[in-house]
């Protein structure tokens, strides 16, 4: 930690830490994430899309507290900067003359009126001095300099006009020498011109390439009380001098001519000193010459009511600054971007520590998300899901339709899942994909048998039993059914155009994991069919980009089912169809795409004829009919009629519910009144 105790108990200290990210904070949910990003790529979006459109929209920490995203930061920027440009205005400076010349000229007749001594004829050409004051403070100021002031106040407030100007031009250029050198003496102020000297002697050289590391360290020994930052070589104290010159140009860029003409001329009286302006000169074309990149010409309105002085303004300008460097990181735009270009520090000091622990959040995420192995870039530079992701966002989804199944049903969690049948007594050497109870026994006998003579006996007399995966045996369950599955999924337009096509993959996703994790002997085949049908991997479907070809080609869907299911013959065909359309495309003989609407008898003929060959197959047939089209229904009612089939109706949100049900109500293992095991394993 960055503090540490030296002792505990009586005496210990604790404070902040400031060591890094904090230990104790809460974890980010990557859970969320990967669900909203999933359901971003399912919609169409890339992985990169996704990740980008999570970030930017707010969401909720580990503890439940609302936390910004890129977008709310984002706001919160633009109106800080906002709230600057309107709030304030630049003749702070000029008006704090005005005033302290005004109240100099009111003590001064005020002396005057009560000095009865003094000679009529000096009174007289006093006032008429101090009475015909030009309006303009610069040239008001530059009349007073050889005025014999009678009142001490009044010489005192126009002494400290001149130590005001000068201390505005120097806090300008150094930040905090306004206050520092409230009340300065002349040794305070010659040490203030020998750091300049020094400060363009080390410029000057630099420009010209033959400054030494010696020279700067000489130069941070005698004067690094002027720099609380603490640079440690030339080019930081560079960096540091010129984006607040830089400021102080913007800011006297966006002055009126005239309030340039005024400071101008006040600037000759600051300390009573002209050298300070030639020494602040020749600072500024240094620093110009060496550090041309800042923006030495911008300028900005500000109408506002609070006036600002020198130092204040150019502050004001150094947030501006920094707060159009932040909307840039927050936009994320440029190529390259990442969120751990967010400079939190900034962050901090413009919108405050909450929103830079947002900040921090966001960048946390997207690095857990990339380190994870959730997400990582392909051979094409692009970010995509990695298998380890689709995992993840299955179970969530399968997870999901057990929640909605057993909170409609009632069915128990006995965490049984994978029994296909009741125990026979048997057993039979494991093999990859089985999820029946290992017989503890005979594989131990197994591997006392296959051990002996490989190992020698311990002190104890007795030998080492090794398990191998060739010892193990699994009992039998009885009626133990092997299914190839064939889930067809319609992606024409109109499932895109209704709403459909994100509820479409979760559902093959859901199912998809609940095989591959809890039916590994079951075989599954995606499907799917728009103008014409295509056998897809899971991560090509979760990826697929909406389809706006029009056709529904269920004939081709179908051939593409009836041969999976022939590469099985032991295996009981289950077939699957989700659709919103009557069939408006076969596949004719010559491999091409036959497409009419309404649809033509032949495309109906040619699907009819592929689904009896599914039921000649033996294939157990659901279909699941989506939307209200009394013809779709129809049509539908009729071919499950055909083969013995069964037909749900259900929501695009219930669509995931109804197909792993009805899946699992083909194994056998959801029994009618969903109760008893559960396959899930949740």
């Known amino acids: ?51 980008r459109e999570y970030l930017r929209r707010s969401g909720r920490d580990a503890t439940g507290r609302d936390r910004a995203g890129l977008d709310e930061l984002a706001r919160r920027v633009a109106e800080r900067r906002e709230q600057l440009t309107r709030d304030n205005k630049l003749d702070g400076t ?14 001064e007749r005020k002396q005057l009126a009560r000095d009865v001594d003094m000679d009529e004829g000096d009174r007289a050409l006093a006032e008429l001095q101090i009475g015909a004051l030009p309006p303009s403070p610069a040239a008001a100021v530059n009349e007073l300099n050889g005025y014999s002031w009678r009142s001490a106040e009044a010489r005192a407030d126009f002494e400290a006009i001149k130590d005001l100007l000068g201390r505005e031009l120097l806090d300008q250029r150094f930040a905090g020498f306004k206050e520092a050198l409230e009340n300065a003496t002349a040794d305070d102020r010659s040490a203030v011109n020998a750091m300049l000297a020094d400060l363009n002697e080390l410029l000057t050289a630099h420009r010209r390439g033959d400054d030494t590391e010696e020279m700067f360290e000489q130069f941070m020994a005698h004067h690094g009380a002027f720099f609380p930052e603490n640079p440690s070589t030339v080019d930081e104290l560079l960096d540091t001098l010129a984006a607040r010159a830089a400021a102080g140009q913007r800011m006297r860029n966006s002055m009126t001519p005239e309030q340039r003409a005024e400071l101008d001329a006040l600037a000759q009286q600051a300390f009573g000193s002209p050298e300070l302006m030639a020494s602040l000169a020749e600072l500024d074309g240094n620093l110009r010459a060496l550090r041309p990149g800042e923006d030495w010409n911008g300028a900005e309105s500000m109408e506002g009511e609070q006036g600002l002085g020198l130092g204040d303004g150019t502050g004001v300008f150094q947030d501006l600054a920094e707060l159009d460097a932040l909307s840039e990181q927050l936009a994320q735009g440029y190529e390259g971007s990442r969120i751990d270009d967010l400079d939190l520090e900034a962050l901090a000091r413009q919108l405050g520590e909450e929103s830079a ?13 990339r380190d994870s192995g959730a997400m ?14 689709m995992r993840q966002l299955g179970k969530a989804l399968l997870r999901d339709v057990a929640d909605r199944m057993s909170g409609r049903t009632g069915a128990r969690d006995l ?4 029994a296909a049948g009741d125990l026979s007594g048997a057993t039979r050497p494991w093999v990859f994909g089985d999820t029946e109870p290992w017989e503890v026994t005979r594989t131990i006998t197994n591997a006392v048998v296959s ?12 030998g080492r039993v090794r398990i191998r995966i060739d010892d193990v045996e699994v009992q039998e369950t009885e009626a133990r059914t092997q299914a190839a599955v064939a889930l067809l999924v319609d992606t024409s337009f109109s499932m895109a155009m209704d709403g459909r096509w994100v509820p479409m993959k979760r559902t093959a996703l859901a199912l998809h994991t609940l095989i591959s994790s809890r039916f590994r002997g079951d075989d599954l085949q995606l499907i799917g069919f728009g103008r014409h049908a ?27 089912a009836n041969r999976h299911f022939r590469k099985h013959p032991n295996a009981q065909p289950v077939l699957l169809i989700v659709t919103d359309g009557e069939p408006t495309s076969h596949l004719e003989a010559n491999g091409e795409v036959f497409f009419d609407y309404p649809p033509h008898p032949i495309t109906i003929a040619y699907a009819v004829r592929e689904l009896d060959n599914a039921g000649r197959l033996g294939a157990r047939v659901t279909f699941f009919r989506l939307g209200e089209d009394a013809g779709l229904a129809r049509f539908i009612d009729s071919m499950a009629r055909r083969v013995g089939g069964s037909v749900l109706a259900p929501e695009a949100d219930d669509l995931g519910v109804a197909v792993v049900g009805s899946y699992l109500g083909s194994r056998g293992s959801w029994r009618s009144s969903f109760g008893g095991s559960d396959p899930f394993g949740f």
């Open 1 to 51: 930690m960055a503090r540490q105790n030296r002792r505990l108990g009586r005496g210990a200290r604790y404070g902040r830490y400031d060591g890094g990210p904090d230990p104790l904070a809460p974890p980010v949910d990557l859970s969320e994430a990967l669900d909203a990003i999933g359901d971003e790529v399912m919609a169409g979006y890339s992985p990169e899309q996704a990740l």
């Open 94 to 107: 000029l008006q704090e003359v005005k005033r302290l010349l005004e109240k100099a000229v009111l003590a």
């Open 357 to 369: 622990v947002d900040a921090r959040t966001l960048q946390q995420l997207e690095r857990a998300l």
């Open 376 to 389: 990582k870039r392909g051979s094409d530079g692009r970010l995509k899901l990695t298998p380890k992701a």
């Open 415 to 418: 965490r049984q899942a994978g």
């Open 451 to 462: 051990s002996a003579g490989e190992r020698p006996v311990d002190g104890d007399g007795f």
């Open 534 to 560: 295509a056998a897809m991997e899971i991560e090509e479907l979760v990826g697929l980009d909406a389809k706006w070809d029009k056709g529904t080609n269920l004939h081709h869907a179908l051939l593409l």
